[in-house]
C-alpha cells in the first residue's frame, strides 16, 4: 500500500513554470513505478509523464513532451512534475499515481494507487 499526496499547484501566467510534488507513503516507494495524470473540466484524466523505479526510463505525453520533466528522490520519497512554458490549455487537476514493479505503462487502467491531485491553473 502507498499512501500520495500532490502539492505545489497554484496559479500561473502562461510561459511560467510551477514544480509539483508527489510525497509518498511507505517504505516500498522505490519498488513503484510513478506517473502524473491530468484533467481538465469536461475532459477524460489523460497520461502526462511516467517514471520507473530507479528513474531511469521515463516517457511522455507528445502535448508535454520538452516542456515537463518528471523525476524521482527515492530518499525522500517523492516523485517531481517540474512544468516550464505553461500554456492555457495545461490547465486541470494533476494526479500522480502508483504502479507496483519496474515495468513502465502510460495508462491510467495500470495504476492503482492515486493521490487526491492538485489544481494547476494557467493564465492567458
Known amino acids: 500500500q502507498v499512501q500520495l499526496v500532490e502539492s505545489g499547484g497554484g496559479l500561473v501566467q502562461a510561459g511560467g513554470s510551477l514544480r509539483l510534488s508527489c510525497a509518498a507513503s511507505g517504505r516500498t516507494f522505490s519498488s513503484y513505478a510513478m506517473g502524473w495524470f491530468r484533467q481538465a473540466p469536461g475532459k477524460e484524466r489523460e497520461f502526462i509523464a511516467v517514471?520507473?523505479?530507479?528513474?531511469?526510463?521515463?516517457a511522455y505525453a507528445d502535448s508535454v513532451k520538452g516542456r515537463f520533466t518528471i523525476s524521482r528522490d527515492n530518499a525522500k520519497n517523492t516523485v517531481y512534475l517540474q512544468m516550464n512554458s505553461l500554456k492555457p490549455e495545461d490547465t486541470a487537476i494533476y494526479y500522480c499515481?502508483?504502479?507496483?514493479?519496474?515495468?513502465?505503462?502510460?495508462?491510467?487502467?495500470?495504476?492503482?494507487?492515486w493521490g487526491q491531485g492538485t489544481r494547476v491553473t494557467v493564465s492567458s
Open positions: 517514471i520507473n523505479w530507479s528513474g531511469g526510463n521515463t
Open positions: 499515481a502508483a504502479r507496483p514493479g519496474p515495468v513502465i505503462r502510460t495508462g491510467a487502467e495500470n495504476f492503482g494507487f
